[in-house]
């Protein structure tokens, strides 16, 4: 019951926070020099056709006008038309949207795939040649740009050994999941090797750990105490940290999904803002506020399921 209580309160906490930022993404998105009129119909469209777009389009009202029109459509989840793509903006996203969750999931999977395994090794073989080697990846994965390695994977996989797609999304699943591995693994090779030293440090400090030295007295099993006492505890911190990152990569799509050509959400904001398209661009900002929160929540409830001393309150 206490668990219930917890998550009605968090979600009654988004509502203010949803509010807020609905208000600030309004105004701000207005505030971006350009007139969404003109990008429609070219710098060289006379005056009066500007001002039967602006009215056709409802800019001509008073902002306080507008704002109410956008509330009014977004309660009846509305989110209104694409003045770039000629399309509702519900339509767009579906399209759009699963291409960067796949993209984002993926990229979490091999995360979770590298970091978790080499980050325990390195923490067991701390200042072993394992260890050095894990740190060395680690530190390219920090220091190289991301599309930098997207271009060097599709140099060797997709050019020379053709394994995989150069660019594009195919025409069925099975095209489509080939074509994520690439960009999938590049997002997850700076991210992992974060997560890797973050995880290796967590380990080296519980090694030491008096409940970890007792367990060893007792005559407890050497994987039981690896999996119960020192990855279990290891991974409370670096929870936060996957979240965090998970939230980075969906917001971070844009580069990868440029370098191999993906039509995910992530260049859709980017050329929507160009445009000045108004509700591709808000029903965006909202999409990735609503996700932000629900991963916070879920980060908190993962941390009550490995560590019981954490209570939902």
Same mark, same amino acid.
């Given at each position: 019951? @206490? +668990?219930?209580?917890?998550?009605?309160?968090?979600?009654?906490?988004?509502?203010?926070?949803?509010?807020?930022?609905?208000?600030?993404?309004?105004?701000?998105?207005?505030?971006?020099?350009?007139? =969404?009129?003109?990008?429609?119909?070219?710098?060289?469209?006379?005056?009066?056709?500007?001002?039967?777009?602006?009215?056709?389009?409802?800019?001509?009202?008073?902002?306080?006008?507008?704002?109410?029109?956008?509330?009014?459509?977004?309660?009846?989840?509305?989110?209104?038309?694409?003045?770039?793509? @000629?399309?509702?903006?519900?339509?767009?996203?579906?399209?759009?949207?699963?291409?960067?969750?796949?993209?984002?999931?993926? $990229?979490?999977?091999?995360?979770?795939?590298?970091?978790? =395994?080499?980050?325990?090794?390195?923490?067991?073989?701390?200042?072993?040649?394992?260890?050095?080697?894990?740190?060395?990846?680690?530190?390219?994965?920090?220091?190289?740009?991301?599309?930098?390695?997207?271009?060097?994977?599709?140099?060797?996989?997709?050019?020379?050994?053709?394994?995989?797609?150069? @660019?594009?999304?195919?025409?069925?699943?099975?095209?489509?999941?080939?074509?994520?591995?690439?960009?999938?693994?590049? $997002?997850a090779i700076g991210v992992s090797a974060l997560i890797v030293r +973050?995880?290796? +440090?967590?380990?080296?400090?519980?090694?030491?750990?008096?409940?970890?030295?007792?367990?060893?007295?007792?005559?407890?099993?050497? %994987?039981?105490?690896?999996?119960?006492?020192?990855?279990? @505890?290891?991974?409370?911190?670096?929870?936060? %940290?996957?979240?965090?990152?998970?939230?980075?990569?969906?917001?971070?799509?844009?580069?990868?999904?440029?370098?191999?050509?993906? =039509?995910?959400?992530?260049?859709?904001?980017? +050329?929507?803002?160009?445009?000045?398209?108004?509700?591709?661009?808000?029903?965006?900002?909202?999409?990735?506020?609503?996700?932000?929160?629900?991963?916070?929540? %879920?980060?908190?409830?993962?941390?009550?399921?490995?560590?019981?001393?954490?209570?939902?309150?």
């Amino acid at each position: 019951m @206490n +668990n219930f209580s917890y998550v009605l309160k968090r979600f009654l906490q988004m509502i203010p926070v949803f509010i807020i930022v609905t208000v600030l993404v309004f105004l701000m998105i207005r505030l971006i020099p350009g007139d =969404p009129a003109r990008v429609i119909l070219g710098e060289k469209a006379p005056l009066e056709k500007l001002a039967a777009k602006r009215v056709e389009m409802g800019l001509d009202k008073p902002l306080i006008v507008q704002f109410g029109i956008y509330l009014k459509d977004l309660v009846h989840l509305n989110f209104g038309e694409s003045i770039r793509y @000629n399309q509702p903006v519900v339509e767009l996203l579906k399209v759009r949207l699963p291409v960067t969750l796949l993209l984002t999931l993926t $990229s979490m999977f091999f995360t979770v795939l590298i970091s978790i =395994p080499l980050g325990y090794l390195a923490g067991m073989k701390k200042d072993k040649p394992a260890d050095q080697v894990v740190r060395g990846f680690s530190l390219f994965g920090l220091s190289a740009p991301s599309f930098w390695v997207g271009m060097i994977l599709l140099m060797i996989f997709s050019v020379h050994l053709k394994w995989f797609p150069i @660019n594009g999304w195919g025409a069925d699943w099975g095209d489509r999941l080939k074509s994520l591995i690439l960009p999938g693994l590049t $997002s997850a090779i700076g991210v992992s090797a974060l997560i890797v030293r +973050n995880l290796r +440090n967590n380990i080296v400090d519980i090694k030491q750990m008096d409940y970890v030295s007792f367990a060893k007295s007792k005559g407890v099993g050497r %994987l039981r105490i690896c999996l119960r006492h020192i990855i279990r @505890n290891a991974l409370i911190p670096t929870t936060t %940290l996957l979240a965090l990152k998970f939230l980075s990569v969906l917001g971070g799509s844009v580069v990868t999904e440029t370098v191999f050509n993906l =039509p995910g959400i992530g260049s859709l904001l980017v +050329n929507s803002i160009l445009a000045r398209d108004y509700a591709v661009v808000q029903c965006l900002v909202l999409i990735f506020v609503v996700v932000v929160l629900v991963v916070n929540l %879920l980060t908190d409830i993962l941390y009550s399921v490995l560590d019981p001393r954490v209570t939902l309150q």
